[in-house]
C-alpha cells in the first residue's frame, strides 16, 4: 500500500476545455434557481400534485450515486480487496462531490432557500428527513476522516476502522433515502419496506457505473492504464449490482400486486401509465438493465466501447427508474375514497400531469455539472489518482 | 419575496411570533458554522422547540376541535363554504387548478353500483396523528394543544414533505407572488399552507368561516370540541354512524362525515 505512488491530475488542454464546459452547465443552474426563486415554482411543471419533480429525479439519483460509488474504496479497506485501494481515494472524493451536487439542488429547489438555516437549527427528530439532513453532513464528515487517514502516513493504520464507518454510514444514509419515500403511508406507489434495499442496489449499481466512467476518462485524458484485469471484475461487479435491482424492482412490485390496496397502482404502472409504463419497460427494464446485462454478462475481453456504452445504459436507466419512482408515484391519485368515483375542482381521481420545465433541467443538469466539476477541482489539487494502474505496486507490498 | 414574513404579528396562532425563529437562527448561526450542524443540533431543538411550544398558547389542551360534514345536507354545486374561506383567509383560484391554492375543496363521489352522486367538502382534517407534522424537518408543521394543525409560516422551508405525506391533499405550495393578503392569515410564496380550521376565529370562540357560511344552505357542515362529550357535536357522533375520511390509515382526523 505505502509503495502506491498518487499523483495530482496535471491538467492540460482537454481538462480545462471540460472544466471550462462543466462550469457552464453550473453556472446555468445556477441561473435556473435564481429565476426559479424569484418568479416561484410557478415556472417550473411543478404543482401542488406533482410537489417533487425533475430536480428531485436528479437529486435523488446524485445521492444514490455518491453513495454508491464509495463502494470501491469499502472493497479495497472494508473487504480487503488489494485492487481496489488505489482507486479508493479517488472513490472517496467522488463521494463527496456527488452528494454535494445532490444536495445543492435539493436546497435550491426549495420554496425559501434563504431559510437553510432554520432548516439547520430547527431539527424535528421524527423526521426522517431531518435525519437524512444529519446523515448527510455525518456523510461528508466521515468520508473526509477517510480520505485524510489514507492520505496520512500517521494515520493510515486507522483506514481499516473509518473505512468501515464510512461503509456501514453509506448504507444507513441510502436506506434513510429510500425511507424519505418508504414512509409516505397514504401513497400506495411508496409505501414499502422494500425501497430501502431497492435504493442500495440501486446506488451500489448506479455508483459503480459512474465511478467506471470517470476511470475510463481518465485513462483517455492522462494515459493512465486501469488494469484491464481489474476493470473485468468491475464489468462482473456491475452486472450483479444491475441484476440486484431488478431483483429488488421484482420484488417491490410482486408484493405490491398482492396488497390491495396497492394493485391499482400497478397495473397502472406495469400496463397502462403511457409514459412511465414506456420508461420503466423500455428504459429502465430493457435498455437500462437487460441490455447492457447481455453486452458485459460471462464475456471475456470486453472492448472498451462496450464498457462505456454498458456504463450509460445503466446510467440512463436509472435515471428513468428513478423518475418512474418518483414522479409516476405521485402522479397517480391519492385514494380518498376507495369504491366511489371522485371528481373535483382538483384533480380528485386523475392522474396529475406533468411537463418539466427548462429551468428544472437546467437546475438539475447544474447539480451534476457542480459534482462534476469539484471531483475535478479536486484531482487538480490533491493526490488522489495513482501512477500508473497502481494495482502492480499494490500487489508486490 | 417575503411577502409572508413581514405582514405577520403572530396573530395567526401558527404558534410563531414574527421574528422569532429569526432570533433563535441568528443566536446559533455562528455556532453552527463552527460546530456543524451535526454536533449542534439537540441543544437547539430544546432552544426552538421550547418557544414554540409557549407560542403555541391559547389552545386549551383539554379541547379538540372538530367538524361533522353531513354529507346528506350538502348542497350538490353549492361552494358556500369555498368561497367563504376564499374571502376569510385571502386566497383565490385563477383558473389553474393543479398550482393554485386549495384550502377546501368540494368533491363529488359517485357510487358506480348505484350511480348515487353526493357532494362533500374536504379541506384538511385535522389529523390527530398528522403524518404532515411527523415528517416536517423544520418542525412548521405542528399541532397545537387542542387539535389544529398549522404551518409555521416563518419557519417552514418549502420542502413540500408534508404534501407528499398528507393523505388528503389538502396542502397547496405558494407557487406565485401574492398580493392582498389578510393580516390574521399570513401567507408567502415559496410556503406550505393549508386550512387552520380559522384559528384566528376558533381562539375567539368565533365557528370557522366555512360553517357560518353553510349554515346559510344547506347546514352541513357542524363545528366544537369533540373531545368534550357534552358538546353538540359530541352527541351527534356518538348518536349516529360517522366516518372519517380513509379511517383505515390510522391519523384519526378531526373532520368526520355522515351519510356518505
Ligand atoms: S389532513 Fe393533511 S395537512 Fe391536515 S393534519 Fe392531516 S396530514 Fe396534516
Ligand atoms: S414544506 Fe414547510 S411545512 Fe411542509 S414539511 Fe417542508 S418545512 Fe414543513
Redesign the interface.
Known amino acids: 500500500m505505502a509503495n502506491i505512488v498518487y499523483t495530482e491530475c496535471q491538467g492540460g488542454q482537454r481538462f480545462w476545455a471540460l472544466l471550462g464546459a462543466l462550469l457552464m452547465v453550473v453556472a446555468i443552474g445556477a441561473a435556473s434557481a435564481l429565476y426559479m426563486?424569484?418568479?416561484?415554482?410557478?415556472v417550473t411543471g411543478?404543482?401542488?400534485?406533482?410537489?417533487?419533480g425533475l430536480p428531485h429525479v436528479f437529486a435523488v439519483f446524485l445521492i444514490v450515486i455518491a453513495s454508491g460509488v464509495l463502494n470501491i474504496a469499502s472493497l479495497g479497506s472494508v473487504f480487503g480487496e488489494m485492487q481496489y485501494k488505489p482507486k479508493a481515494r479517488l472513490s472517496g472524493v467522488l463521494a463527496i462531490t456527488f452528494l454535494v451536487g445532490g444536495l445543492a439542488i435539493l436546497v435550491l429547489d426549495?420554496?425559501?432557500?434563504?431559510?437553510?438555516?432554520?432548516?439547520?437549527?430547527?431539527?424535528?427528530?421524527?423526521?426522517?428527513?431531518?435525519w437524512n439532513?444529519?446523515l448527510y453532513?455525518?456523510f461528508i464528515?466521515v468520508v473526509v476522516a477517510y480520505l485524510v487517514v489514507q492520505m496520512t502516513r500517521t494515520w493510515a493504520r486507522y483506514t481499516p476502522h473509518v473505512g468501515l464507518v464510512a461503509f456501514l454510514w453509506r448504507l444507513t444514509l441510502t436506506t434513510g433515502t429510500g425511507s424519505?419515500f418508504g414512509?409516505?403511508?397514504?401513497?400506495s406507489p411508496y409505501a414499502s419496506a422494500v425501497l430501502a434495499p431497492l435504493f442500495i442496489a440501486m446506488s451500489l449499481a448506479y455508483g459503480l457505473a459512474v465511478f467506471i466512467l470517470i476511470r475510463l476518462a481518465l485513462e483517455n485524458s492522462a494515459s493512465r492504464g486501469l488494469g484491464d484485469e481489474l476493470l473485468q471484475r468491475l464489468m462482473r461487479l456491475l452486472v450483479i449490482f444491475v441484476g440486484s435491482v431488478l431483483y429488488f424492482s421484482g420484488v417491490f412490485h410482486f408484493t405490491s400486486i398482492y396488497t390491495a390496496w396497492r394493485v391499482g397502482w400497478e397495473s397502472y404502472l406495469l400496463l397502462d401509465g403511457g409514459l412511465y409504463t414506456l420508461l420503466f419497460w423500455g428504459l429502465y427494464v430493457i435498455l437500462g438493465t437487460l441490455v447492457p446485462i447481455a453486452m458485459l454478462y460471462g464475456r471475456t475481453g470486453v472492448t472498451r466501447q462496450r464498457e462505456i456504452v454498458g456504463s450509460v445504459l445503466v446510467l440512463i436507466g436509472g435515471f428513468a427508474h428513478i423518475y418512474v419512482i418518483i414522479i409516476g408515484g405521485?402522479a397517480y391519485p391519492?385514494?380518498?375514497?376507495p369504491?366511489?368515483?371522485?371528481?373535483?375542482?382538483?384533480?380528485?381521481g386523475v392522474v396529475?400531469?406533468y411537463v418539466p420545465t427548462l429551468p428544472e433541467l437546467g437546475l438539475g443538469l447544474g447539480g451534476a455539472g457542480l459534482a462534476l466539476v469539484l471531483a475535478m477541482v479536486a484531482m487538480r489539487v490533491f493526490r488522489l489518482l495513482p501512477q500508473g494502474d497502481g494495482v502492480s505496486n499494490a500487489d508486490a507490498s | 419575496m417575503t411577502e409572508g414574513s413581514q405582514s405577520c404579528g403572530g396573530s395567526c396562532g401558527c404558534g410563531s411570533e414574527a421574528g422569532k425563529v429569526d432570533e433563535g437562527r441568528r443566536g446559533f448561526l455562528a455556532g453552527a458554522v463552527a460546530t456543524g450542524a451535526t454536533a449542534l443540533a439537540p441543544g437547539v431543538t430544546l432552544f426552538a422547540y421550547g418557544t414554540a411550544e409557549a407560542e403555541a398558547a391559547g389552545a386549551d389542551p383539554k379541547k379538540r376541535w372538530g367538524m361533522l360534514v353531513d354529507v346528506s345536507k350538502c348542497v350538490d354545486g353549492c361552494t358556500g363554504c369555498v368561497t367563504a374561506c376564499q374571502t376569510e383567509n385571502g386566497w383565490k383560484t385563477t383558473g389553474k387548478p393543479a398550482t393554485d391554492p386549495q384550502w377546501i375543496r368540494k368533491v363529488t363521489l359517485r357510487d358506480p353500483k348505484s350511480g348515487a352522486t353526493r357532494s362533500a367538502p374536504v379541506m384538511c382534517q385535522h389529523c390527530a396523528e398528522p403524518p404532515c407534522a411527523d415528517v416536517c424537518p423544520t418542525g412548521a408543521s405542528f399541532k397545537r394543544a387542542d387539535g389544529i394543525v398549522l404551518v409555521d409560516r416563518h419557519r417552514c422551508i418549502g420542502c413540500r414533505y408534508c404534501m407528499m405525506a398528507c393523505p388528503y391533499k389538502a396542502r397547496s405550495f405558494v407557487h406565485e407572488a401574492l398580493e392582498d393578503q389578510k393580516p390574521h392569515a399570513p401567507r408567502g410564496m415559496g410556503t406550505v399552507e393549508g386550512c387552520t380550521l380559522c384559528v384566528h376565529r376558533v381562539d375567539k370562540g368565533v365557528a370557522p368561516a366555512c360553517v357560518e357560511a353553510c349554515a346559510k344552505s344547506g347546514g352541513a357542515i357542524m363545528f366544537g370540541d369533540i373531545a368534550d362529550p357534552k358538546s353538540e357535536i359530541s352527541k351527534v357522533i356518538a348518536t349516529y354512524a360517522t366516518m372519517q375520511i380513509r379511517g383505515d390509515l390510522g391519523v384519526d382526523p378531526g373532520v368526520r362525515y355522515r351519510n356518505l
Open positions: 426563486e424569484h418568479n416561484g415554482h410557478i411543478m404543482s401542488n400534485e406533482i410537489v417533487w426549495l420554496g425559501r432557500p434563504d431559510r437553510l438555516t432554520v432548516a439547520m437549527t430547527n431539527y424535528n427528530f421524527r423526521s426522517i428527513f431531518a439532513v444529519l453532513s455525518g464528515a424519505i414512509f409516505l403511508i397514504a401513497r405521485q391519492l385514494e380518498l375514497f369504491g366511489y368515483e371522485v371528481t373535483s375542482s382538483f384533480n380528485d396529475a400531469s
